[in-house]
């Protein structure tokens, strides 16, 4: 429809484009760190003959690398690692202007 490639410029505009990197920051953030939680939730209940601290281990675990996954992405997409410049088309979705 906008004829734009879903690539990282089309998430990494959001965070470019005053305010809606206060929408999808912890949009992107919660959205990966929840994906590992609910992986370690599943396997915390295909433990269940293990000891309490080997199912406990096995959500923390996974939600403690999410939770690095998550920041990792969130500030790559905001351009703290490297310089992003997000093509104008990108940004326009959300009506910016140069």
Sequence with gaps: MLNLDTNFYF??????VSPFQFFFAPYY????????????CA????????????????VVLP???GF???????????G?????QVPP?????YGWRP
Excluded: D, M, N
């Excluded at 690095?68 to 905001?78: C, G, K, R, T």
């Excluded at 703290?80 to 992003?84: A, S, W």
């Design 11 to 16: 998430a990494a505009a959001g965070f470019h």
């Design 80 to 84: 703290v690692f490297y310089p992003v």
């Design 68 to 78: 690095v996954v998550s920041l990792l992405i969130v500030l790559s997409l905001a």
């Design 43 to 58: 396997l915390y209940w295909q433990l269940q003959a293990r000891s309490r601290s080997a199912r406990v281990l096995a």
């Design 89 to 93: 088309e990108y940004k326009a979705t």
């Design 29 to 40: 953030f919660l959205g990966v760190l929840v994906l590992f939680t609910h992986f370690g």
């Design 63 to 65: 939600a403690g690398i």
